[in-house]
């Protein structure tokens, strides 16, 4: 038996669009080439990104394209007792601080130091708040990130990859103090507890994996392998997602659906006539492509 659990964790902003089936379809495919587990996870946590009814239409597609997950899919916002004592584990641990700075505070700041925030860019948390609050009243939680933050990992189609997470985003932050827990605890917390082996999603988000196994460096918990698959662009060359405003994806033609999702895969044409038979040589194919 393998011991290969890889997962798909769709945030329910939205229904899936053209681009987030790739991610899905690539994580399933992996998992049947190793002869593993599919697991799907609702990374429902931020209350206001998640759409009424979202989750449901989700889960409605992948069950009619056949990706169907081996276990009841969980959700993040049930799940935050888990993050909770992962928090506690890393403040008894002094690896974790009280914040009491707003975003626009920490932008006047990095003004004043002569690094104003660029448009768009990741801000560097300037470490304001690591050696006491000064009485300001505390807005989150942050991981003090420490000494030793150079991460250098391999993403199975990106190759070498390298990161030092305390030059790129400093010290980031774990929960908001409105309640939300940040999607890299969460995440990393899940992958630990579902015991996910390999990871598989889209390449928008492989800058975040550094800072995810550097908190699994500090919780001592196992890393992942990674594979982050390639983004669809719409006309204008830009990411196909829900805030550009990607479709949602018509699944009455499953067979249709599922071949342009693997043409973005780079998977091979072929001579299935059903979606089961399509999904099947599909993940013939990727094996050859990606496990062998
Ligand atoms: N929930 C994230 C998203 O929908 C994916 C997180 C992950 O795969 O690590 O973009």
Known sequence: MS???GRFAPT?????HAGSLVAALASWLDARAHGGRWLVRIEDMDGPRTAPGAEAEVLRQLQALGLVPDETPVR????GALYANALQALRDA????PCGCTRREIETELAAMGQPAQRGAEVVYPGTCRNGLNGKPARAWRLRCGDQTNVAWHDRR?????????HAVG??????ADGPWAYQ???????????ITHVVRGEDLADNTARQIH???????????YLHTPLVLDARGQKLSKSNGAPALDVRDALTVLRKAALALGLAADSATTPAQWLQQAAAAWRVRWTV
Not at 94 to 97: G, M, S
Not at 171 to 176: A, E
């Open 171 to 176: 010290d980031f932050v774990l929960q908001r």
């Open 158 to 166: 990106l190759g070498a990859q390298q990161q030092d997470v305390t």
């Open 94 to 97: 002094d690896r974790a601080y």
């Open 215 to 225: 908190l699994q460096r500090l919780l001592g918990v196992p890393t992942p392998i």
């Open 185 to 195: 605890l969460a995440v990393v917390v899940d992958d630990a507890a579902q015991g």
């Open 76 to 79: 993040q916002s049930e799940r």
């Open 12 to 16: 329910p902003s939205g229904a899936l």
């Open 3 to 5: 011991t290969y659990v």
